[in-house]
């Protein structure tokens, strides 16, 4: 069992993750429809990525200003993502609380699956620190806070009744689809498509690779239990500073866009202690 490692939150290995947490997102249902209607990630998935990493990095590392700033293009990005309920379909809106608290809980869920797979199984303490890490990454939006499971048991509860029952519609596979099996992107992100896309279906649930049609078999199973294997041997071994290099980069072009407008992250700021 794992007692002291490194900075966890800050481990670019947890990128390795992105692909299972956002087809999480996108089998409930109405976060598929959302995404299907509102969103432009299959043209820019890389942006994409790196707003919802850079917003997870502002919230657990940030000062004020930056964790206002993130706060700001979030819910200017949400604004627009919302459908009332009509005779065809239920209806959504990306400021439903249960929402997003699947979206927190898929964020969590899955640093931690990958950080145990590298890592080892955390402690208790360590654990703990991670899971409160996260409940501050979810009430720093709309979340109230007393939503979030109280303990890691809680949440246990909650994510086994959740995955147990959840099954992608088409509008979320067509978007999974587009993301997994680029067609109009570029060719630096088309050559890691194939061993991001064979990490993912390794990292869901029998019933979502289904559902998203992602082959897998006993052979699949072994290659990714190897490569998992070398990851948790070699990536622990790379320089800190190559490590934590996806943070540091996310953190330094946030300050620089805050240095371009710095009335953004002041008035954030002011509006909130008013």
Known sequence: ??????????????????????????????????????????????NR?????????????????????????????HVPVQRPADKASAGY???????????????????????????????????????????????????????????????GRYWAEHISTLRAEYPGVRVGRGLLFPKHTALWYRAIIPPARFLTAGLLPEQLRKDFGLAWSDRHERRFNRAFGLLAVAYPKLPQGIRYWFKDYCLRELDKDLKRNPQSGQSAVSHQNA
């Open 49 to 77: 990525l790196k707003g919802t990493l850079t917003y997870v990095y502002a919230v657990v590392y940030g000062n004020d200003a930056q964790v206002n700033e993130v706060r700001r293009r979030v819910n200017r990005a």
């Open 1 to 46: 069992m794992v007692q002291e490692f490194s900075d966890y939150r800050a481990e670019g290995i947890l990128l390795a993750g992105a692909g299972r947490a956002i087809l999480l997102q996108l089998a409930h249902p109405a976060i598929g429809r959302g995404v299907a209607e509102h969103s432009t990630f299959t043209e820019r998935p890389v």
């Open 93 to 155: 809106s990306a400021y439903d609380p249960e929402l997003q608290l699947w979206v927190v809980a898929t964020l969590y869920d899955t640093a931690l699956t990958i950080i145990e797979k590298i890592y080892g199984p955390l402690d208790d303490a360590a654990a703990d620190s991670m899971y409160r890490d996260y409940a501050r990454i979810g009430t720093a939006l709309q979340l109230p806070p007393g939503m979030w499971p109280k303990d890691r048991t809680e949440f």
